[in-house]
């Protein structure tokens, strides 16, 4: 139950820093998107119902605070999570290049696919200067993901312990 509330007191705290703190000051792709990574740590290291209990949340706070077609991140947060999960259960390594990788390529995949819905519905056109942004996000994102990962799970262990 502690995992639950932590990671759900984390994507409410970053989410309200990004979205009523941050939002006017820093732009918009050196934010980190702290719900996703909260989807996706559920994903990888909490198993079975309390996991997906851990991700419904930040997934209706990026619903909520991210501009696209209705519904649109709401379900690609629940198949960042279901895809975490595999990942989680089938070639997850906790090193830490591997973590890297598996952030930076479920928010490139989710990245691409709302692109491709927002382009396809007209409300937005891809240039290369918002592409290098999108980039420096995803970058920026994984790389702090690495270093939350690394922490809650070891402070996990030594509650354990």
Known sequence: ?????????LSFAGTAANVWLLSGVVPWFLLPDVSFLVIVYAGLFLS??????????PALFREVTIL?????????????YFAASEIGRRLFLRSEIFILLIVAGLLAAESASVTLLLVLEGGQSVSALWGAEEAVR????????????????????????
């Open 138 to 161: 995803i970058s920026w994102t994984a790389l702090l993901g690495v270093f939350l990962f690394v922490d809650l799970s070891s402070r996990w262990q030594r509650i354990q312990e």
């Open 68 to 80: 696209g077609p209705p519904g649109s991140f709401f379900l690609a947060s629940l198949a960042v």
């Open 1 to 9: 139950m502690r995992p639950l509330l932590v990671l759900l007191a």
């Open 48 to 57: 079975g119902p309390l996991g997906f209990v851990a991700a419904l949340p």
